[in-house]
């Protein structure tokens, strides 16, 4: 047979932490390198700038009045350096006062011409190739000219571009180096972080199958909130196994010996010829049904509370509608005598919070024990307030209980010294309903016969 999985297969928490982190590397490493880009063509702008704007003042100082006109010399130096990347091309332009060409190549048009003689640098187009411009005014002040000349040098972007794309690159690589230092320490951070649960896991996994011990690991203090979970629920657990198992145990028990004696019986009623003796045999067999049967339903009733005591939330309901309905489940229509039987609650009702169908079995047994071994000829069952508790008394006119047995009577499979003798459950159910209830039983004899109390807190939830 194939053993169906535990878990759905899935990627582990490792990876999903490491994929996650990974993810935000990447994010932040294309932030970075848009970042740098931008980064790298401004530098290189910067870069050239100032060697174009070096050229144009150069020029301009050469610019000069000679036979009423405006001259000007350019010299090598002041382009060499704008030519040393091979690729680039210069182009340059004077213009003398009044905007008349002085040298260079007619068409180029100075950024900004006319809004001022600062030196400026923008972006710009000749000859329909993008070009970086630099712009530099001089005042000509000879008696023949007089007047503003504005010298204009212009660069192509080969040179600038290829070294923004060589510092872009450098930035890249830094860039992809770093995440690449920052994804292994992270992946040896997760794997860190991740150990106790794997000490947990060994942990779980080297048990035996019936160890329930709580977990004692080393955790920190995120993970110590999944241990004390572990162990509350092994806790749970352990108490839910030994209850089976003390139940199992009785139930093999205490079921052993009736039916023992009905087998015997009924081997006897075989052989039996003599019909009275064989009514007589008939009638213990029968007694001897009765008993093993009241023992099984009470073993089940008790297995019953036991697992609603932890498993079911309590809910707001009539403690007097619970009694009502127990009485009248718990007293048989034949008894085979007179039983006057009454009941007395509040008009109101008695509301208490607990599990209907519990406390239904704990009332139905207290009735049930006052029914088959206390009551002669009268029983009330009567529900009250009495301070901050609410109480359902079962009143008989028998004997009742000897003080002695008071105490132990509530013990399980325990019978009391008077009277006929029961399973030995009734009154343990009863018992273990009001504590799962943060209630009591008790016992005393009153103006009207013995009283067995049942108490639990009275009130609604807040």
């Known amino acids: 047979?194939?053993?169906?999985?535990?878990?759905?297969?899935?990627?582990?928490?490792?990876?999903?932490?490491?994929?996650?982190?990974?993810?935000?590397?990447?994010?932040?490493?294309?932030?970075?390198?848009?970042?740098?880009?931008?980064?790298?063509?401004?530098?290189?702008?910067?870069?050239?700038?100032?060697?174009?704007?070096?050229?144009?003042?150069?020029?301009?100082?050469?610019?000069r009045a000679e036979?009423?006109?405006?001259?000007?010399?350019?010299?090598?130096?002041a382009l060499e350096t704008l030519s040393l990347s091979g690729t680039a091309r210069i182009y340059y332009k004077v213009e003398g006062p009044n905007g008349a060409f002085v040298t260079g190549y007619e068409g180029l048009e100075a950024p900004g011409a006319g809004t001022g003689h600062e030196p400026q640098v923008a972006d710009g187009w000749f000859r329909g190739v993008p070009v970086r411009m630099a712009t530099q005014a001089r005042f000509l002040s000879d008696p023949d000219v007089r007047g503003w000349v504005v010298t204009t040098v212009a660069q192509t972007r080969e040179a600038r571009d290829g070294l923004a794309a060589e510092l872009l690159k450098q930035a890249l690589i830094l860039i992809a180096v770093m995440s690449a230092a920052a994804l292994a320490?992270?992946?040896?951070?997760v794997r860190w972080a991740l150990a106790p649960l794997a000490r947990i896991e060994a942990a779980l996994?080297?048990?035996?199958?019936?160890?329930?011990?709580?977990?004692?690991?080393?955790?920190?203090?995120?993970?110590?909130?999944?241990?004390?979970?572990?162990?509350?629920?092994?806790?749970?657990?352990?108490?839910?196994?030994?209850?089976?198992?003390?139940?199992?145990?009785?139930?093999?028990?205490?079921?052993?010996?009736?039916?023992?004696g009905l087998i015997a019986?009924?081997?006897?009623?075989?052989?039996?010829?003599?019909?009275?003796?064989?009514?007589?045999?008939?009638?213990?067999?029968?007694?001897?049904?009765?008993?093993?049967?009241?023992?099984?339903?009470?073993?089940l009733s008790r297995a019953m509370v036991m697992h609603r005591a932890e498993a079911v939330?309590?809910?707001?309901?009539?403690?007097?509608?619970?009694?009502?309905?127990?009485?009248?489940?718990?007293?048989?229509?034949?008894?085979?005598?007179?039983?006057?039987?009454?009941?007395?609650?509040?008009?109101?009702?008695?509301?208490?919070?607990?599990?209907?169908?519990?406390?239904?079995?704990?009332?139905?047994?207290?009735?049930?024990n006052a029914v088959h071994h206390g009551a002669p000829t009268r029983l009330t069952v009567r529900v009250r307030r009495a301070e901050t508790e609410a109480l359902v008394e079962v009143v008989d006119d028998g004997p009742g209980i000897p003080a002695a047995d008071w105490e132990r009577v509530t013990e399980r499979f325990t019978r009391g010294t008077g009277g006929r003798r029961?399973?030995?459950?009734?009154?343990?159910?009863?018992?273990?309903v009001?504590?799962?209830?943060?209630?009591?039983?008790?016992?005393?004899?009153?103006?009207?016969?013995?009283?067995?109390?049942?108490?639990?807190?009275?009130?609604?939830?807040?």
């Open 205 to 260: 996994a080297g048990r035996e199958p019936n160890d329930l011990a709580p977990l004692d690991v080393v955790a920190p203090a995120e993970i110590g909130a999944l241990v004390a979970t572990i162990n509350r629920f092994m806790a749970r657990f352990s108490g839910r196994l030994a209850a089976m198992e003390t139940m199992i145990a009785d139930a093999a028990h205490q079921i052993r010996t009736p039916l023992t």
């Open 67 to 77: 036979a009423g006109t405006a001259t000007a010399d350019v010299p090598p130096s």
């Open 265 to 299: 019986q009924l081997e006897l009623l075989a052989g039996e010829t003599r019909p009275e003796r064989r009514e007589a045999q008939v009638g213990r067999a029968r007694e001897r049904a009765g008993e093993l049967g009241r023992l099984t339903n009470q073993l």
């Open 313 to 368: 939330r309590f809910e707001s309901l009539d403690l007097a509608v619970v009694a009502r309905q127990a009485l009248a489940e718990a007293v048989p229509a034949s008894l085979g005598r007179d039983l006057a039987v009454a009941f007395d609650a509040p008009a109101a009702g008695l509301m208490v919070q607990g599990d209907r169908l519990s406390l239904a079995e704990a009332l139905k047994n207290l009735i049930g």
């Open 185 to 189: 320490g992270v992946m040896l951070a």
């Open 1 to 63: 047979m194939t053993e169906a999985p535990l878990t759905r297969p899935g990627p582990t928490l490792y990876w999903r932490l490491t994929g996650l982190i990974a993810l935000v590397l990447a994010a932040s490493g294309v932030i970075l390198a848009l970042g740098a880009r931008d980064y790298a063509r401004t530098a290189a702008d910067d870069a050239y700038d100032r060697l174009l704007l070096s050229a144009a003042r150069q020029i301009s100082e050469t610019v």
């Open 422 to 432: 029961g399973s030995g459950l009734g009154l343990a159910i009863a018992a273990e």
């Open 434 to 462: 009001a504590r799962s209830h943060g209630g009591r039983i008790g016992f005393g004899h009153g103006p009207d016969g013995f009283v067995v109390s049942f108490a639990v807190p009275a009130g609604e939830r807040p």
